[in-house]
């Protein structure tokens, strides 16, 4: 078994508290809201938007034994780089307020999630922020194929709505095996810290989702 599938299995339990967050469940049983969905976007622009940021920082904070992290990271750049914009371009395309969307604060779920991953890069193990990048992915692949067609069909919206979800659920079905192959290569030290990562990252990232639906929460911004 490789590290990536013991990964897997390890943190099923904490995948299954992202799955069980109520907007999840009504969008794969075709009960999507258009307000669910903006809702979505705009916590999803208030991460994704990060993404380059951290990438940027974790390869220059990568100590010396995981220097060879440092091509990759500059791959995930270079792939990632501008991708908040395709969700601003879905939230117009959906009816949505994209300029609102950019002038906003993230909810407090969202926020946290990011600070802790800027927190980990500069105070943690490096490594660990491959745990963020595991949690993510693997929720991609799992879902935004599905997801999208399923909230496409229950509100009539345009292909142009889709561009976030669809294109990162092709694009990550790539990364993970990219992500196994760099995972499998960690030194056991620095694959436990994944592990440790992808557990907390499954909570603060399954906290977006089940946050979606409070509006005590989505109102804390």
């Known amino acids: 078994m490789t590290f990536y599938q013991q990964l897997q ?3 099923e339990v904490n995948r299954g508290y992202l799955l069980s967050a109520p907007l999840v469940t009504d969008c794969l049983q075709g009960r999507a809201q258009r307000q669910d ?3 979505f976007l705009s916590q999803a622009y208030h991460h994704v938007r990060h993404t380059t940021p951290l990438l940027m920082t974790l390869g220059g904070r990568l100590p010396d034994r995981l220097a060879w992290l440092r091509r990759a990271v500059a791959e995930y ?3 990632e780089i501008g991708h908040e914009e395709w969700i601003l371009n879905d939230i117009t395309a959906a009816g949505g307020d994209a300029a609102a969307v950019r002038a906003s604060r993230p909810a407090l779920p969202a926020e946290v999630m990011v600070a802790y ?3 980990l890069i500069a105070r943690g193990n490096p490594a660990g922020f491959f745990g963020m990048v595991f949690v993510l992915e693997g929720t991609s692949v799992a879902l935004a194929l599905l ?3 399923k909230i496409q069909q229950a509100l009539a919206l345009p292909n142009a709505a889709f561009s976030y979800l669809r294109s ?3 694009l990550d079905q790539e990364h993970t095996q990219y992500l196994a192959r760099l995972l499998d290569q960690m030194e056991p030290a620095d694959q436990q810290e ?3 990562c992808a557990k907390v990252f499954y909570k603060l ?3 977006v989702f089940h946050g979606l639906s409070d509006p005590q929460v989505m109102a804390c911004n």
């Open 194 to 196: 994944v592990l440790r």
């Open 168 to 170: 990162h659920g092709t």
């Open 117 to 119: 991953a800027y927190d």
């Open 77 to 79: 750049i270079e792939e």
């Open 9 to 11: 299995t390890a943190t």
């Open 147 to 149: 997801a999208a067609d």
């Open 205 to 207: 990232y399954g906290d």
């Open 37 to 39: 969905y903006l809702a």
